[in-house]
């Protein structure tokens, strides 16, 4: 039985890798499929999660990253997937700071239940990733560019948990966002750039 369970971690493991790396490349040829791929990541990282690593934040948030790519997949299929111009700000550092500070404090909230109330491992650390995921992720809705610096934060952090728990695949495929995080900063930086001297940018 330890045998049959070892190799279906394995299993979910490899999905959560391969998917998650289709993902990426399937988002930056901007196809559909990047979706679907999303959504089959997301359901192999949660069964990691709760079955083998214990980082119940961090099946939450693919929970939500898992809603996101269902609704991302609906509203491509309805034609939203055309190009649009954008407007790229940048948030103050008090603001930035700001983001940090109330993840600390509820990351030390809702990290304590945790500790005490289940068998949670590491759950201050994924709490606060889980929480600078959120707000990167409406970040990036709203175009703010600053996003991208809580993702590579949130990519260090993840990988650094997958290899404390074992899910070394899973450190891999993070290992890829964060390379994948920056060159999308750096094509965003660009995008500013080219804004501020008066010219529209789209994606």
């Not at 983001?99 to 709490?127: E, F, K, M």
């Amino acid at each position: 039985m330890d045998a049959l369970q070892a190799a279906s971690f394995s299993i979910a493991e490899c999905g959560g890798l391969l998917f998650g790396l289709a993902y990426i490349f399937f988002a930056y040829k901007k196809s559909n499929l990047s979706w679907i791929f999303g959504i089959l990541s997301a359901v192999s990282i949660i069964i990691v999660d709760v079955t083998k690593t214990h980082l119940y934040f961090d099946a939450v948030l693919h929970t939500f990253f898992l809603l996101m790519s269902i609704v991302g997949l609906y509203l491509w299929s309805q034609g939203a997937q055309s190009k649009k111009e954008i407007r790229i700000s940048k948030m103050p550092m008090s603001s930035y700071l700001g983001y940090l500070l109330i993840s600390i404090i509820i990351s030390g909230a809702a990290g304590y239940l945790l500790d005490t109330q289940t068998d949670a491992v590491y759950p201050y650390i994924d709490c606060f990733q889980m929480m600078l995921s959120v707000f990167a992720t409406f970040l990036i809705i709203y175009c703010v560019i600053n996003a991208w610096s809580y993702w590579i934060l949130v990519d260090i952090i993840s990988i650094t948990l997958y290899v404390l728990t074992g899910a070394y695949l899973l450190a891999l495929l993070y290992i890829a966002y964060t390379i994948s995080n920056g060159l999308k900063w750096h094509q965003w930086r660009e995008m500013y750039r080219v804004q501020k001297r008066g010219r529209n940018v789209s994606v």
